[in-house]
């Protein structure tokens, strides 16, 4: 389970983590604070942060009570054999990489019979997607998929992923489709070679989760993504993998 790390500038209550599972620690919200701010403070995301509080936009007030650590609703699933982060994630409706975070995992190695905890998510007031474990068997309520998104093998591939910053030097920070990173670093955006996925498409990318195609550049070119990451440290420090991506339109 996570910790939760209180800074001089940041005043964290925590409710009964431990009692019966049920509650969770939360986080008073202070004057300047915001998600990514909270994000970065407590080791988890701005996407996680909304999706705990159910919040439709990044707007917050201070005195506001936030879930931090993702506590309530938490399930957990037991890894049988062949299974993968990815299988798994798709199976949950989430991310790699969230499924990493809520377990601190640094790694995609995971070991049949290994307990793996996450998040039941709320993805529209008309489509809940809710999981139940019950005796290590799981029945999942999924939307209807229409006609028109039932066959998506061919948006399927993988790739090269390296990634990149906007705050290099020399770095405008603008891409080339005109998002500002610099102004707007909580956005999920990737570099693409525009023949192969098309500038403006939505791509969910194993361990990152759904970016947009908002840039290009000049090594980009095939089977090759650049993922955005704000933090220089972190952008080195994910060096060069290979990824399955799912272009989604």
């Known amino acids: 389970m996570r910790k939760t790390i209180t800074t001089l500038a940041a005043a964290v209550t925590l409710t009964g983590i431990f009692a019966g599972g049920a509650s969770a620690a939360t986080y008073e919200v202070q004057k300047g604070d915001t998600l990514w701010s909270i994000s970065q403070n407590h080791g988890t995301t701005v996407e996680q942060l909304k999706t705990w509080n159910e919040l439709s936009s990044d707007l917050i007030f201070p005195t506001e009570q936030l879930e931090i650590d993702g506590q309530k609703n938490k399930e957990h699933y037991t890894v049988a054999p062949g299974d993968t982060l990815w299988d798994i994630s798709k199976k949950y409706r989430v991310t790699v990489n969230e499924l990493k975070d809520w377990n601190n995992l640094k790694s995609d190695i995971i070991h049949p019979g290994d307990s793996l905890y996450f998040q039941t998510v ?73 023949k192969v996925i098309p500038l403006g498409s939505k791509v969910y990318v194993e361990g990152y989760g759904t970016a947009v195609a908002g840039d290009t550049g000049g090594a980009i070119k095939g089977n090759k993504i650049d993922l955005f990451i704000p933090s220089t440290s972190d952008a080195l420090d994910f060096g060069v993998q290979t990824v399955k991506i799912k272009i989604l339109n």
């Open 122 to 194: 709320e993805h529209s007031k008309s489509e809940t997607i809710k999981t139940n474990i019950i005796n290590k068997k799981t029945i999942a309520a999924k939307p209807v998929q229409s006609k028109a998104n039932a066959n998506t093998s061919d948006n399927e591939m993988t790739v090269t992923a390296t990634a990149y910053t906007a705050f290099c030097k020399g770095c405008s920070g603008v891409t080339a489709t005109g998002q500002d990173l610099r102004a707007n670093p909580d956005q999920k955006v990737i570099a693409v070679d525009p």
